[in-house]
């Protein structure tokens, strides 16, 4: 079936620190994926999606690419700040209907 | 101030009983759906309506049923409660149904079973 794993459960960093999450993905069609970002007491929000081969997603200085290759589609961003503390959730829809799969999720935690 | 409000922010019932979580939206979208987030599992699609029809459901038990009264409201019925319902639900909207609209989250309902 159609799923997503992210590898990290909890990634502790220090601010300005490099970040990856990784993401690989299953899925039976060609599907959008999706990186999202829930912080505490509040709902899941979208930082980006990313629909074809190669396409690079970016957003507030997080960016993933697209690979079907590897059928990836890792979180990464230059230099953490602690307000990027949160849990990020590399999600994927292969419908019509907005139907969403989601990953684990992985909790970040940037210490300043 | 949210443009998705859901009602109660935190609910506590007995097994067996019934409760019904509210949703509205106030973003103007033709698209919601329920999602739920426990701790056992990652955030999982339940329902998704358009215009106020039942588009996709991948929730097996019947007794979670969404209620449409308007076009900005999607409530959502539990009967005959059990424990394993314990979850954060959250109600989304979006544009329309399509995969090119994004999807907006409320700020959920964290409900607890005894």
């Known amino acids: 079936g159609d799923s997503v794993t992210q590898t990290e459960g909890q990634v502790a960093l220090s601010e300005e620190d490099f970040l990856t999450i990784h993401c690989n993905y299953s899925?039976?069609?060609?599907?959008?994926l999706f990186w999202y970002v829930q912080y505490p007491g509040e709902g899941p929000q979208l930082l980006f999606r990313a629909s074809r081969d190669k396409e690079k997603g970016s957003s507030r200085g997080f960016e993933a690419t697209y690979d079907k290759g590897t059928t990836s589609f890792h979180l990464r961003k230059a230099s953490v700040q602690e307000s990027d503390s949160a849990v990020y959730y590399c999600a994927l829809s292969v419908n019509s209907n907005n139907r969403i799969f989601f990953g684990d999720g992985t909790q970040l935690v940037v210490k300043p | 101030d949210p443009k998705i409000i859901q009602k109660p922010k935190y609910l506590v019932a007995v097994t067996g009983s019934e409760k019904i979580l509210i949703c509205e939206q106030y973003l103007g979208h033709n698209a919601m759906y329920w999602y739920r987030q426990s701790a056992k599992k990652p955030l999982e699609f339940m329902f998704s309506y358009s215009y106020q029809k039942l588009m996709d459901n991948q929730t097996a038990s019947s007794r979670f049923q969404p209620q449409s009264s308007k076009k900005n409201h999607l409530d959502l019925q539990i009967t005959a409660l059990k424990p394993d319902d314990s979850a954060t639900y959250f109600c989304a909207s979006s544009q329309s149904g399509t995969l090119q609209n994004t999807l907006y989250f409320g700020a959920g309902t964290r409900l607890s079973v005894l």
């Open positions: 899925a039976s069609g060609y599907p959008t």
